[in-house]
Each structure stands twice: as C-alpha cells, then as structure tokens.
C-alpha cells in the first residue's frame, strides 16, 4: 500500500473544481453572482459553442486593483465575509473557490479597473492556465471588470464528455441567468451566443413589485405577467414576497417554479413541498403552478453553506417557512374569487381559428335552395329551444324568475345571465360584453368543496344519517387505510368503520353530498389515501378528501337545469373563492369577449 501524501496544488484546485464547475452553466452563475455582489448595474453575458469555447462576463460593478487580481484566483480568497460569520451571509459568493476552480480546469483571464483616477485606478490582467497563475499585467478597460474563460475543461478532458450538445449546454446557461436576473429587476442583463442576444432584459421604474413583475413578465412569458397574484405575507421576522399564476395557468412539469431565499435562487425540497401544497386542493396531481416566489429570512434563521453549489439552503424553523408559503399561497388565491387564467380563453379562440367550422354541401344546397329562403326557414324551425323565451335579444339584459316578480340586469353580475344549456353540461350565460360558457360540474365541485371547508373550519361538516348503513367491499390494504383515518373522515362528517378484514361499513355521510354514490366515493377516498404523502399535515389530508367528496357530491353533467338553477350557480360562483378552477384544477368556465367573437366572424 503507498505511503499517504500531500497532493499537488493543482491537483487539489481540480478536485475542487468538480464540486463547483459541473457544467458550463454552473461556471457562469458563479461569475454572475461576483458580478451582483460587486454592485453591478449592466450585466453583459457572451457563451460560444455552449460555453465549451468562451464565457465572457463583463460587469460596471466595483472592479478590482492590481493586488486584487492576485488573491482572487487563490483558493479561500473573499472580500465577503468581513467577520469571518458564516451565520450572518448576506452576498449570493463566500466560499471564494469560485475564480481559483474554474482557472484550475480552463483558461481564464481576468481584466479589472476600479472606479476613480489616481494610483490603483489603472485596469489589470490576469491569466490562469489550468492551475498555472501568470503574472498582473497592465491592460486596457473601463471600470468594472471583464472575465473570459476559454476551453473549458480542457484540463480534466474526461468531463468533456459528459456534457450534452451545445444548444442543451446554452439553455441550461440561460436558465442561470434568467434565475438571477428575476431577483434583480434593477441590474440590466444580456446574454447573446456571439451572433444574436437571447436575452436582452433592461431595468424599469417604478416600485419594487412592479418592477418585479415586468421582469418576471419578460422572463416567464406575457401570460404569467397578465395572470398572476401578487403575494406579501409576514409571518414572525420573514416576509414573502413574489407573484403566483392562477390555478388555471399551469404546466406538466415544474420549470416554471422558481424559488429565492434571500434573494438567492436555490432548489429546495420544502418550499417546493410548501408550493405544491398551497394549490393541492386547485390543481390536479399531474399538474404544476407557475409561481416565483421570493423569501426573505434573517440572516441567522438560515444555512446556505451547505453545499459548494449554494442551491440547497437549510432552515432554522422549517415549520414556520412551509406555514408561511401555504397559508400566504392558499389566502391569495382565494381573494382571486372565480378569476380564471386568460389563457383558456384564448385558447378556446384559438382552437376555433385552427379548426374554423366546415359546413356540409349536399347536392342542390346552393344559395336558392338549400341555404336561403324556405330552406333556412325550415331549418330555423326544426331548432325548438327550451329556453327560448328566455333567449329573445332585447336592449337590456335581464332575466325573470318565474314567479315573474325579480328582474335582474345582466350588466350587474360579472358572469351574466343564463341563456340555455348545452348538451346537458354546460351553461351559457350573456355578461355585457360577451358570453360565459360554464362546466356546471366542475363548478359545482367547487362550490360544494368551499362549503365544506367553510363548515370544517367554524363547526364541523354536518351529517346524514343513512337509513340503511352501506358496506363497500375493498381490498385488505384499502379498507385499513380507510379504518386509520377514521377520525380524521369524520371532520368531514363521514362516518365509517372496519367490517371484516377487506370492507367497511358507511353509517354518515355528509348533509352537503345528498344522493350521492357511496360505492365509488369510498373506494376513491382509499385510493387518495394510497397516493397522499404520509408526512402532510392533518389539515392538508382533510383538503384533499374534501375535493374527492366535493366531486362525488356536485350536480352530474347530463343534468337537465331550470334557469333559476343555472343562474344560482353563476351568482354562488360570484360569491365562491377560488370559483375558477374545480378542485382538480380544470377551469369552470370559459369567458368570450364580444370583440373576440366578432372577429371570429370576420367583423372586426
């Protein structure tokens, strides 16, 4: 066996470098980061082949001197940590490895000036070939500082290959870069590829959630800009802050999430968790939020020395963090009432446009026979509506109940007036300015659920006695399930109990369900059971099980609905948070706007 020994430095600086330069990208967050903590306002960024051949940062921040340069490739070298208090970290670098690795696998050159004129003002070079430092060399540059990084990893060529093809290298670069210019509306940034900009982000005024907004607008797209609620909740010393997208404006997976402590971008399992949980009863299990949140925690209260990467942060008080995210997520999204996402206007719009309507020919259906005179004619009375009377145009929109002593102008209800129903499912009402088509089931749903948490949280769900208890056959597995979380069912005013190893007997269930089918609400609640996270809180459970009763309970499609009935939704919608969105997180309705329709049919 070989005697121990000191490695050699470069070697040392290598192994280093693994943890902090995985991919070009992670090289360029490191780089940007120096550039903020130096007090940069204009942030330019150029990546060649993906950053394999050049990562150039230039920045108007602070700059540094001669003797600066010199310490800023040695390894544990910072101007970040005044105290040496590594409990009160309050710049996104510390650990001063960054400069030092990425010389210790590339070639990197550093040319820096600081502000002012006199001794010192002058600009300064230096070079670090693969662990080899060079000598301070005078150069040209205006204040701030410029850093260029040429072939990458070409000192540890093994970790070449496992770096993808460079337009997958340059987005991941990309998506560092957007990441720390969404907690910095006030530094402008640019990143280009040498040929055209894929960024190009400037800075706006006014207050910090507009400006916010603006960039998170021209970072996330213009549809999270146009359909999202601002958060700002305070809870024992921390404040969240951002902008979370309407149940309705949602993903298949989560790279729309973006998270800040302090305003580092960070990955963390808890307030993902957090997230995910303040919309568990708005959005369906295979779906995901838009969100950008941003927490502001004292510097005590949390540990972002964890890893080299500085992506993962831990927590003095986690429980406190993840009541803060959830309660500020679910109360903001409940004051957006039956608000619903543009997008599924548009596109609904948008499907009609790509489609457009084919109308049959028949032989002898020309404008004489088939389509004019008595053929329309004919055409228009075989059309017998139930709702006729109710749909007649008239200059003011109302409508009358049918005792024929309530008149009601549509103008005065943001969903309008129920004009008809089609298919036996959906609603279509008349506002002033368009029509509101209405999924009457999901929008049941959510009603039901809100009465039902409404009623948990002031006295408890009340109950109905069945006649007749009812006895679901389940399997071994689903019917313990059902048996261990018997108290926690009957918050919610179902009454149920073990009966023989692979059944349970339903005694209560709740008043709000009505006729409602038993059978399959159990066996969905044991499957519910089986999907949930063990570790959520007892509060969270019961939500969920509400959306799954809230669905068994509300009005089937395939329902035929009176008027009064179908405008009794439209104004409990009005009334009901969260209204927009059933609790799987579908939309309930569909709103057109009269400009939108006219242009369909080619009047605008």
Known sequence: MNRLRRLPEITVNRIAAGEVVERP?????????????????????????????????????????????VLAVQRHATSKLPDEDLLHIQWLGFRGEALPSIGAVARLVITSRIAGAGNGSEAWRIRVDGGQVGEVTPAAQVTGTRVEVRDLFFATPARLKFLKTART??????????????????????????ERRSLDLTT?????????????????????????????????????????????????????QYLFVNGRPVRDRLLAGALRAGYMDV?????????????????????VNVHPMKAEVRFRDPGLVRGLLVSALRHALAGAGHRSSTTVSTAA????REQGFNLPYRQGMGRSAGWGGAGLMEAAAAFQSPFAAVAEPSARLEWQSEGGDNVVAANDYPLGVARGQLHETYIVAQTANGIVIVDQHAAHERLVMERMQ??????????????LPD??????????????????????????????????????????????????????????LAEMDQALALRERLDSVCASMACHGSVRAGRRLSVEEMNALLREMERTPRSGQCSHGRPTYVELQLSDIESLFGRR
């Open 471 to 528: 006895v679901v056959e389940l399997d071994e597995d689903g019917a313990q399930r059902l048996s261990a979380r018997a108290d926690e069912l009957a918050e919610l005013g179902l009454i149920l109990e073990a009966f023989g190893t692979g059944a349970v007997v339903v005694r209560e269930i709740p008043a709000l369900l009505g006729e409602s089918d038993i059978q399959g609400l159990v066996r969905d609640l044991a499957d519910e």
């Open 204 to 256: 706006s005024g006014g207050d910090l959630f507009d400006a916010r907004l603006a960039r998170l607008g021209a970072v996330m797209g213009r549809e999270f800009a146009d359909n999202a609620i601002a958060i700002d909740a305070e809870r024992e010393g921390l404040r969240l802050t951002g902008y979370a997208g309407l149940p309705t404006l949602n993903r298949t997976n989560n790279r729309m």
């Open 454 to 467: 409404a009623q948990l949280a002031d006295r408890g769900v009340a109950r109905q006695i069945l006649l």
């Open 169 to 194: 290298e340059f987005q991941h670069a990309v998506d560092a870069v957007k990441r720390l210019a969404m907690a910095r509306p006030d530094i402008a940034f640019t990143l280009s590829d040498g």
């Open 349 to 352: 719009l948008g499907r009609v």
């Open 283 to 303: 959005l369906a299990h295979d779906r995901h939020a838009m969100a950008a949140l941003f927490l502001e925690v004292p510097a005590d209260q949390v540990d």
């Open 25 to 69: 990208a992670s090289a360029l967050k490191e780089l940007v980061e120096n550039a903020i903590d130096a007090g940069a306002t204009q942030i330019d960024v150029v990546l060649l082949n993906g950053g394999r051949e050049l990562i150039s940062v230039i920045d108007n921040g602070a700059g540094m001197t001669a003797d600066d340069l």
